[in-house]
Each structure stands twice: as C-alpha cells, then as structure tokens.
C-alpha cells in the first residue's frame, strides 16, 4: 500500500490520497491523473490495468485501486 | 416536430397522461410508441438507419455477453496455467466480433455524413492533378439524431464488451432506449447502464416533479426563443457580409453567436431535462456553466460535457492505455523525464479525440482547424503549466482573485470565439477572409457608435434578448455559487408565478407563428 501512496503522491502531491474516496465520482482525479496512475501501477507492480478496469468504483480511492492491484495479482 | 413547437407541447402533455394513465408495468411501451411517432413526424422513411444500428448492437451485444459467460465459466474450470489463454482467447474473439459491429454501425453514419466531403476532395486532387472528368457529389440529408444515436448504439457496445453492464435481451427496450425523444435529437450522450435503468424503472406521477420539469422547460423555451432566436439575426446580417463591417463588428457577432450557441443548446438540454424530469427519468446534464471556465481545457469539461465523456472513455482511454501509448509513455520518460512520461500519451490520445471532435461537428476542414485549434491550446497550455506558475509568481499575481479569475474567464471566451471563425465559416478561405479582415480592418472608432453592432433586431428584441441574457447570467453565476437552489426554495409562490408569468409573456410576444421558433443549432451536426 506504500507503494501505491507514493506512485499517487508523485502523480497529485496536492491530493490527500489517505482521505479521499470520491477521487473519480468528484472529479478530483482527471483522465491525464489516471493514465498516469494506469501506467506507473502497472509498471510498478507488474500487472496489466486495460479499459474493462476502469470503473469509477477501481479508483475513487487509493484503497480501492490497491483492492483492484491484489485482485489482478490473483 | 421541433420542441418549442405548440405541435410539441401536445405531444408532450399526451405523452405524460399516457405514461401515468398506463400500468407502471408497462409505461416503458408508452415511451417506445412516443419515439416512433416523434420519429416519423420528421422522416419515417429514416427510420430504418436508426432500426439497422439498432439491430447490429443489439444483436453484437447479446454475442459479446454470450462470450463473456463462456469465456467466466472457461476460466473457473482452467487450471492456473491455463487462465491467460483463456483470457487472451476471449478477448481475441470479443475483439473480432466488435471489429466487425462497430464499422457496420458507423458505415451508413460515415457514407451519409463524409461522402460528399471526400468525393469533393478526391475532386479536387483530379483537378490539380489534371486529370479531366469529376466524380458526381452526393447530396444526401443526415437522418435525424444520427449522429447521437450512431454514437449511444456503440456506446452501449463497449460497455457491454467492457462488461459494465449486461447486454438487454429485450429489442423492443433497448429500441425505447435508443430512440428516447428527448435525447434523439441534440443528445445528451447517454448510457444504457445509466438511462436505460431509469427509463424501465416503474415512476410514480409527483406533482414536485411536473412542477419542477414544467419551470425547466418553461426556461428552455425562453432562453431559445426569448434569447437565442432573436440574436440569429445580428450574427447572420454581420458575419454573411463581412466585408462590408468594421472587425469590431465582427468580433461582436463571433462573441454574439457563442452566447446565442449556448442559449440555444442549453435550452433545449433544459426542455429535455424538464420533460424526463417530469417522467421520473434522470437524462444527463451536458452544461455546466462554460463561461465560467478559465481555460480552454476546463471550458470542454464545461461545455457538451457527455459529447467529452463519450471521447474520454471510448477514445482517450483506448488510445492512451493501448499499446502505442504506453510505448510512447515510456519512451519520453527515458528520453525528457518523468513528467513527460506522464503527459505525452495524453497528447498522443488528445490527437485523436480532436480530429473525432472536429469531424463529427461537421464534414470540414474548417472543423478540423477548429479542434486542432483547441488541441494546440489545451496542448500548450499543459505543456507550459510549469512556466506559467513561474510567471504568475514573480509577479505576485493573487490566482485565487476575482480579477485575475474574471480575466482568465474572459480570456477564454474570446480563444473559443475566436475559434469559432472556422466552425461558423463555410470553408477555410472564408475563415481565413474573415479572420484576415477582422484583424487588418478592425475599426476600434466604432466602439462609440453603439447603434452600429445589434445590426437586424428590432428594438423590442434586443430589449427582451438583453434581458434573457441578464437572467441567464445571474442564474449562473447563481448556479456557480451554488446558492440557486436554495434561493429557489426560498422564493413565495406569488412571485414565483408573476417570473412565469413574465416569461410566459415574453415568449409569446417573440413567437412568430405556429412553429414558434428556428430549428435548434446542434441538431445539424
């Protein structure tokens, strides 16, 4: 999970990534925020995030994409 | 059948009687039966595009589902070895049936709307080349909404591929989704998981609601008539003869036909929203105060937001995550660093959406100048996000202040105008001459002469217009603070009904005659 904190903090360091859990549903994260996020996960931790993943309910919080990162690893 | 018709508002009453007379079981057949007949009040004959693409992902989307089941019961009984074949082979058979349902859906949309942009094209390049004889130009009309519904079948594809939803198994609902009346026409993009749960939801009749949805429309119809209508003759006398005024002029009528733009659309996204409100239906909201952006990139997260989303989640998303983008990701982040990593896939993806953006307004090169015009700002403007927060440091400019908010608001406004040279012109060298002309001709003098600029209204209209633009601004900025509810609650029923009646009045001394107004600007893209 610390891991992912500082992939989100490096990618929004004004976002309190601990706190949020509406970070798709209030737009606090754009579309440039979460091809960022997409691309360093799936570098970071070796998974592959595609297009039937991107479900405002995967990333509206940093728990729910590390839920969706642990999912993918299997 | 426009919707500030009196033919309309017949329609409508009719359809909300039906809907809340019918069983609640069944009122879903009483919205398929309104399509139809909204539909062949236009052209029936172009019924048959809108049943084809229908069909097609109708039928495209049940196989999807079906290889999706097969694909989740393969994958329970594999072995761990085996799950990523299992994975790889459903989605190379998923692909292959999309890849051929998607181009059946677009081809008769791209034939219609294209053919004669490419023919005239391939024309031109037999006349440079010398090349005698030309190919015949096609003069076919687009069928009505196809341009949205095209766009709501493939949606709902995806979706289904994607597995956000299941696929309907019913034609005749998903039909009644498909050619929802009040989205048919100007959209807004709507999703099948979203609005098709809505429609087939059982609603009960709440007088709330039919007073809430009768003051929604009442407002669409006095922004389009009261405010859009009426200014159509201010831009079409000035810009349809642009030579003959001073660039002042100009740039007024281009500033005159954004505001008459946004009446026009938003209005009739209020009537639309109005009429499904009183339904009990929740149809997407496409405006968010555009005039309040501060720049280009949040004006387009203003501005046609469902147009935007719709290019963000089957164009951006596929473009940048797809194998080229991420390639490319990594190769600038090796080459210029991390924060060019981040970003340049984006741009890669943004080349995309615009050159999509700028054709499906319209089979023009000026169209596409247009979204590259918009690429090339939103572009720039992240590109020098960096150099830009230097500047405004050093010079201790307060970004937060009202001032530097409303200059940023106004500098945006006229970027978008100016924009709109090329998606109002009928061609690019009328574009450039009158870009050209407004700048080597400007006439700033005639500044102090105010009578020169609300050229072809009469003096009732621009008196009523520019009250309609008052009330349409203070609404906003109302809306912006997010106070607007609340006042509207607090607002006693006396006055509430004397602001009607106002309105009421207001729309009745513009209409002029049965149709009631011009037909709405969005529905010729």
């Known amino acids: ?74 | 059948m426009a919707f500030t018709s009196l033919g309309f508002l017949f329609f409508a009453l009719a359809t909300v009687t039906l809907y809340f007379v019918f069983p609640k079981k069944w009122q879903w057949l009483v919205l398929f039966a309104a399509n139809l007949y909204f539909y062949s009040t236009y052209e029936i004959r172009f019924l048959v595009f809108l049943l084809a693409a229908g069909l097609i992902s109708y039928a495209a989307a049940l196989i999807l589902e079906k290889q999706n089941r097969s694909s989740e019961l393969a994958l329970k009984n594999a072995g761990a070895e085996d799950k990523d074949r299992v994975r790889r082979e459903n989605l190379k058979r998923k692909k292959r049936i999309a890849a051929i349902a998607i181009p059946l859906i677009l081809s008769s949309w791209i034939v219609i709307k294209y053919g004669r942009f490419f023919i005239s094209n391939i024309n031109a390049l037999i006349g440079i080349s010398g090349t005698p004889g030309k190919l015949p130009e096609p003069e076919w009309i687009l069928p009505l909404g196809m341009s949205f519904y095209t766009f709501h079948a493939i949606a709902y594809l995806i979706d289904v591929y994607r597995k956000k939803y299941p696929a309907e198994r019913n034609f005749l609902k998903y039909f009644t989704f498909l050619s929802f009346f009040p989205h048919m026409i100007q959209g807004p993009f709507s999703r099948f998981g979203e609005l098709g749960k809505s429609i087939f939801e059982e609603h009960r009749f709440s007088t709330d609601r039919l007073r809430e949805g009768s003051a929604r429309i009442l407002w669409g119809m006095f922004k389009k008539i009261v405010i859009a209508d009426p200014l159509a003759a201010t831009v079409s006398t000035i810009l349809g003869d642009h030579q003959a005024y001073g660039g002042v002029q100009i740039l007024f009528a281009v500033f005159v036909y954004s505001v008459r733009l946004y009446a026009d659309f938003s209005g009739y996204m209020d009537i639309a929203c109005g009429l499904s409100h009183i339904l009990g239906i929740r149809l997407a909201e496409n405006f968010r105060r555009p005039f309040f952006a501060k720049t280009v990139d949040e004006y387009w997260r203003r501005w046609h937001v469902t147009l935007g989303f719709w290019f963000r989640d089957y164009v951006f998303y596929p473009a940048s995550m797809g194998k080229a983008g991420m390639k490319l990701s990594k190769w600038a982040r090796s080459k210029w660093g991390p924060r060019m990593g981040k970003l340049i896939s984006g741009y890669f993806a943004l080349i995309f959406v615009w050159t999509a953006t700028g054709l499906w307004h319209g089979a023009n090169w000026t169209y596409l100048v247009w979204g590259y015009l918009n690429l090339f700002v939103i572009v720039s403007t992240m590109q020098l996000g960096e150099v830009y927060d230097k500047i405004t440091g050093k010079l201790h400019i307060r970004r937060e202040s009202l001032p530097w908010k409303l200059f940023c608001m106004l500098r945006t406004f006229l970027l978008i105008s100016v924009f709109r040279f090329f998606s109002i012109a009928p061609g690019l060298k009328e574009a450039f001459s009158t870009l050209g002309h407004t700048v080597l001709d400007f006439r700033p003098a005639l500044l102090l002469k105010p009578s020169g600029f609300l050229i072809g209204m009469y003096r009732e209209e621009i008196l009523m217009a520019g009250a309609g633009i008052l009330a349409m601004l203070v609404v906003d900025i109302l809306q912006e603070k997010e106070k607007w509810d609340a006042l509207k609650a607090k607002v006693p029923f006396g006055l509430r009904a004397f602001i009607y009646a106002c309105m009421l009045l207001m729309i009745t001394l513009m209409v002029k005659g049965a149709d009631m107004s011009q037909g709405f600007m969005y529905a010729n893209f």
């Open chain 1, 1 to 74: 999970m610390n891991e992912l904190l500082e992939i989100l903090k490096g990618v929004r360091p004004d976002i309190d990534f601990e706190k949020e859990t509406a970070l798709i549903d209030n737009e606090i994260l754009d579309s440039f925020d979460v091809i960022s996020i997409v691309s360093e996960v799936n570098e970071a931790f070796g998974v592959e995030i595609n297009m039937e993943d991107l479900l405002p309910e995967n990333f509206n919080s940093a728990e729910a994409i590390y839920a969706l990162i642990l999912k993918m690893q299997g």
